[in-house]
T-cell receptor
Framework: GAGVSQSPSNKVTEKGKDVELRCDPI?????LYWYRQSLGQGLEFLIY????????KSGLPSDRFSAERTGGSVSTLTIQRTQQEDSAVYLC???????????????FGPGTRLLVL | SQKIEQNSEALNIQEGKTATLTCNYT??????LQWYRQDPGRGPVFLLL?????KEKRKERLKVTFDTTLKQSLFHITASQPADSATYLC??????????FGKGTRLSVIA
């Protein structure tokens, strides 16, 4: 079946503009995660959605970052007033969510490469 | 503060040898440890999960150990092949917290 998809695959924007990144998880997966990966750095957790529970936003670096998950499926990560340090690959992952996120296989999308000029 | 260290940024080995990658952690008591493979331009792919009460887990040519006393996991690839060349990431969680990833080790298997 289809894996996790993300769009766009690449995004170039000017400093100060807002951007929206989209993630389509695997059908039936109730858990969805966003990560950020900067050059030479590990994956940095941003936010975690599990079913209808309130999301875990503990990894969001500033209030310029927000995410939504509509209908328990598609998620959008929004970065307002982008800064050059926001340039990174933004990765989305999903998992079944049956037993708690960290205990399960996470399936990653290909990522969105964001460049802020 | 919590810290995860993977032994080196890059590791080069000869084809056919066993590659051993290290993941050390401090100020952390993970209940679960996962290993992922990441190829350039792609998202990570899950390889193995090991629990704190498991000493070792195997999958085909892969073997993972988890030593909670040493606070270390070792990831072995036996009979390595050039196709095993990739970045390998370890990730930890206490079970109720999100996965925390290391920076990864870039493995190159030379024919």
């Amino acid at each position: 079946g289809a894996g996790v998809s993300q769009s766009p695959s690449n995004k170039v924007t000017e400093k100060g503009k807002d951007v929206e990144l989209r993630c389509d998880p695997i059908s039936g997966h109730t858990a969805l995660y966003w990560y950020r990966q900067s050059l030479g750095q590990g994956l940095e957790f941003l936010i975690y959605f599990q079913g209808n529970s309130a999301p875990d936003k503990s990894g969001l670096p500033s209030d310029r970052f927000s995410a939504e998950r509509t209908g328990g499926s598609v998620s959008t990560l929004t970065i307002q007033r982008t800064q050059q340090e926001d340039s990174a690959v933004y990765l989305c992952a999903s998992s079944l969510g049956a037993s708690g996120g960290a205990r399960e296989t996470q399936y990653f999308g290909p990522g969105t490469r964001l460049l802020v000029l | 503060s919590q810290k995860i260290e993977q032994n080196s940024e890059a590791l080069n080995i000869q084809e056919g040898k066993t590659a051993t990658l290290t993941c050390n952690y401090t100020n952390y008591s993970p209940a679960y440890l996962q290993w992922y493979r990441q190829d350039p331009g792609r998202g990570p792919v899950f390889l193995l999960l090991i629990r704190e009460n498991e000493k070792e887990k195997r999958k085909e040519r892969l073997k993972v150990t988890f030593d909670t006393t040493l606070k270390q996991s070792l990831f072995h690839i036996t009979a390595s092949q050039p196709a095993d060349s990739a970045t390998y990431l370890c990730a930890l969680s206490s079970g109720n917290t999100p996965l925390v990833f290391g920076k990864g080790t870039r493995l190159s298997v030379i024919a």
